[in-house]
């Protein structure tokens, strides 16, 4: 069977798809759920029976499609009543979220790019007979004359 069939792999989507949401209906879970877990089970990285590749430019177009559906069945139902309500808690949600991701952020990509400060604190002591910190001892070594890196 040929996987990289842009129509089969539509196909395939859209049979697992429906198949399930049913799934997660009859376990009373959310569909995102099961939608997720078997997305990933089918996908390039476990399976590999439904490859996104496959479906070339055409699949920038049915994202967006998928997330224009996903917009309008969120605004149909929308309750602009209840979010009057919930305007507090709304604006809190927004503003700490915001904040609590911003900081959450700039700690994991501090924490991710550990080479860039050894390189940079390597480079402004060659002479010195420690090069770096203990935290990037391992990226980072003692430099002496006629010895490599």
Known sequence: ??????????????????????IAEHLRMPGIVVLLTVGVLLGPDVAGIIRPEALGPALMTLVGFAVAVILFDGGMNLHIGRIRREQRSIRQLITLGALVTTVGGALAWSSATPGRRCSASCSSSRSSSRCCSSACSSSCRRRTPGRRR
Do not use: Q, R, T, Y
């Open 1 to 22: 069977m040929d996987f990289h069939n842009p129509n089969l792999a539509i196909g395939f989507a859209m049979a697992f798809g429906v198949i399930s949401m049913a």
